[in-house]
């Protein structure tokens, strides 16, 4: 079956940077669009970045654009989430998602990936 495992979460100050990976297994990656989606407390699970089944086109939330960076190894079944200059209002669990698709483009919207995984938390301190 499809598993999603992501990691690289924990506690950073602010203006620091992590890096989070997300491990695919049980499916053919490279048909695979993905993304990132973080939900904080009480809110919903909103949109961060996402990337093509080729990594060739990217997609990005205006409140996370020049400080994350997205990018996917499709030799490694990885796709990865570069976050620079945090903060406090980045902390979230961030989940990886992904959605077979025949197309090469991105998908912003949460209920257009059937496959999540469990999330990484992120914590960002003032």
């Known amino acids: 079956q499809v598993q999603l495992v992501e990691s690289g979460g924990g506690l950073v100050q602010a203006g620091g940077s992590l890096r989070l990976s997300c491990a695919a297994s049980g499916l053919s990656f490279s048909h695979y669009a993905m993304a990132w989606f973080l939900q904080a407390p009480g809110k919903e699970r909103a949109f961060v970045a996402a990337?093509?089944?080729?990594?060739?086109?990217?997609n990005y939330a205006d409140s996370v654009k020049g400080r994350f960076t997205i990018s996917r190894d499709n030799a490694k079944n990885t796709v990865d989430l570069q976050m620079n200059s945090l903060e406090p209002e980045d902390t979230a669990v961030y989940y990886c998602a992904g959605r077979l698709t025949s197309y090469s483009r991105t998908y912003n919207q949460r209920d257009e990936y059937n496959y999540w995984g469990q999330g990484t938390q992120v914590t960002v301190s003032s």
């Open positions: 990337i093509s089944r080729s990594g060739g086109t990217t």
